[in-house]
């Protein structure tokens, strides 16, 4: 199975700040990644996918990059909405694969 | 309105038995192939199984695979979760998503809000 990690695994941060998120790839998946925001007692939210498509309704302050086993979530300018929990999601192959998360509070 | 509504959790023994279940409304449900995804308490998020639209592949993870059987039921747009063989670790919040595919940019597009299954002696 592919694994996936990211780093840090929390951060804390000032709204205005920007914040990048890093998930890589035990082997090579593309551009198979998608990225999802949970808050706390809710289901996660789609936020980017096919590594760098932003979803329709989300902010444009966010945005994807990366392909192969590097991938990035940036968050331009944090919003006190955004404090949250993200995951990418690997969907190259089955069984998909969530990293463990990155939990982003308030410094 | 576009929904997925799960059901069917609840406290059960190791080496128990649940069904869960997961209504979908306001979409063509019998066109996605759907995912099932849980989530420990205060962990993270753990895919757990697939299904393509019309049942011809199934996917697990290594963590159920055996023990957990994933189905659908296209004429009543309804999920299902057997889980077998249950272990303590398989505690969680249980969530149903729909897989879409249709665009460019595949995603985890619907989520149900979960539902609660508790493995404890």
């Known amino acids: 199975d592919i694994q996936m990690t990211q780093s840090p695994s929390s951060l804390s941060a000032s709204v205005g700040d920007r914040v990048t998120i890093t998930c890589r790839a035990s082997?090579?998946?593309?551009?198979?990644l998608g990225w999802y925001q949970q808050k706390p007692g809710k289901a996660p939210k789609r936020l980017v996918s096919?590594?760098?498509s932003l979803e329709g309704g989300v902010p444009s302050r966010f945005s994807g990059s990366g392909s192969g086993t590097e991938f990035t979530l940036t968050i331009s300018g944090l919003q006190p909405e955004d404090f949250a929990t993200y995951y990418c999601l690997q969907f190259n192959t089955y069984p998909f694969t969530f990293g463990p998360g990155t939990a982003v509070d308030i410094k | 309105e576009v929904q997925l509504v799960e059901s069917g959790g609840g406290l059960v023994k190791p080496g128990g038995s649940l069904r869960v279940s997961c209504a979908a409304s306001?979409?063509?449900?019998?066109?996605?192939?759907m995912i099932w995804v849980r989530q420990a308490p205060g962990r993270g998020l753990e895919y757990v199984s697939s299904?393509?639209?019309?049942?011809?592949?199934?996917y697990y993870a290594d963590s159920v695979k055996g023990r957990f059987t994933i189905s659908r039921d296209n004429a009543k747009n309804s999920l299902y979760l057997q889980m077998n063989s249950l272990r303590t670790d398989d505690t969680g919040l249980y969530f149903c998503?729909?897989?879409?595919?249709?665009?460019?940019?595949?995603?985890?597009?619907?989520w149900g809000q979960g539902t609660m299954v508790s493995v404890s002696s």
């Open positions: 998503a729909r897989w879409n595919t249709a665009t460019h940019s595949p995603a985890l597009d619907i």
């Open positions: 096919a590594a760098s």
């Open positions: 082997q090579g998946i593309r551009s198979d």
């Open positions: 299904i393509s639209s019309t049942s011809s592949y199934l």
């Open positions: 306001g979409f063509s449900f019998s066109d996605y192939s």
